[in-house]
T-cell receptor
Framework: AQRVTQPEKLLSVFKGAPVELKCNYSYSGSPELFWYVQYSRQRLQLLLRHISRESIKGFTADLNKGETSFHLKKPFAQEEDSAMYYCALYTGGGNKLTFGTGTQLKVEL | DAGVTQSPTHLIKTRGQQVTLRCSPKSGHDTVSWYQQALGQGPQFIFQYYEEEERQRGNFPDRFSGHQFPNYSSELNVNALLLGDSALYLC??????????????????FGAGSRLTVL
C-alpha cells in the first residue's frame, strides 16, 4: 500500500536560513508527488507538483525515485513561509491522494 | 469564483446521532472527494464522487456514505456517530483523471472544512 512519511512534526529555522522539509514515499510504480501548504487561518492549497518542475515562492522539490524522496527546499527562509506543509502522493485511478502527517515550519526572526 | 464551499462550518453532535455535511465544488470541476483530518494528522481519503457515483473509497466503514448531485455538489453522511469521528472534514474538488498526469487533473482545490465534534 502507498504511504507518505514526513519525519519532522516541527521544523524551526531562522529567517534567511535554508529550509528542507523531508518527504519519503512508499510506492512501487510511477508516482506523482505534490506539496500542499496551509497558512494560518487559510485553506489547504497546492504549493507545487513534481511534474511541473517549477519553483513556487522560491520553493523547489525534486523527485528522487532511487531514494523514494520528494524533499521541499528553499535557500532562504522568509517569515511568511511559516505554515503547515503536507506532502501528498497520487498513484493513479481517480483522484485519491495519500497525505503525510505534515510538518509545521516556523521561521523565526 | 467562491472556490469550494462547505457547510456547516462547525457542528456538535452526540454519540449515535447522524450528520450530513455539504459541499459545492469549484466552478468547472466535476469531481468531489472527501477527506477526514483528525487533530495532528494529515487528511485521510474517505471517498470520491464523479458522475453521481462513488468511484473510489478509502478505508472507512459503511457508516460513511455520500452522494453527488447533477450540479456536482455533494453530501457526506455519517451514521451512528462515534467519539472518534470528531475531526475536520474537508471537501476537495478537481477534474476527473482517467489516467495519470492529465493536465490540470489530480490537483485538488480544498474547502475550509466542517469541524465535527462528537460528545
Amino acid at each position: 500500500a502507498q504511504r507518505v512519511t514526513q519525519p519532522e512534526k516541527l521544523l524551526s529555522v531562522f529567517k534567511g536560513a535554508p529550509v528542507e522539509l523531508k518527504c519519503n514515499y512508499s510506492y512501487s510504480g510511477s508516482p506523482e508527488l505534490f506539496w500542499y501548504v496551509q497558512y494560518s487561518r487559510q485553506r489547504l492549497q497546492l504549493l507545487l507538483r513534481h511534474i511541473s518542475r517549477e519553483s513556487i515562492k522560491g520553493f523547489t522539490a525534486d523527485l528522487n525515485k532511487g531514494e523514494t524522496s520528494f524533499h521541499l527546499k528553499k535557500p532562504f527562509a522568509q517569515e511568511e513561509d511559516s505554515a503547515m506543509y503536507y506532502c501528498a502522493l497520487y498513484t493513479g485511478g481517480g483522484n485519491k491522494l495519500t497525505f503525510g502527517t505534515g510538518t509545521q515550519l516556523k521561521v523565526e526572526l | 469564483d467562491a472556490g469550494v464551499t462547505q457547510s456547516p462550518t462547525h457542528l456538535i453532535k452526540t454519540r449515535g446521532q447522524q450528520v450530513t455535511l455539504r459541499c459545492s465544488p469549484k466552478s468547472g470541476h466535476d469531481t468531489v472527494s472527501w477527506y477526514q483530518q483528525a487533530l495532528g494528522q494529515g487528511p485521510q481519503f474517505i471517498f470520491q464522487y464523479y458522475e453521481e457515483e462513488e468511484r473510489q473509497r478509502g478505508n472507512f466503514p459503511d457508516r460513511f456514505s455520500g452522494h453527488q448531485f447533477p450540479n456536482y455538489s455533494s453530501e457526506l453522511n455519517v451514521n451512528a456517530l462515534l467519539l472518534g469521528d470528531s475531526a475536520l472534514y474537508l471537501c476537495a474538488s478537481s477534474l476527473f483523471a482517467q489516467g495519470a498526469f492529465l493536465a490540470g487533473a489530480n490537483v485538488l482545490t480544498f474547502g475550509a472544512g466542517s469541524r465535527l465534534t462528537v460528545l
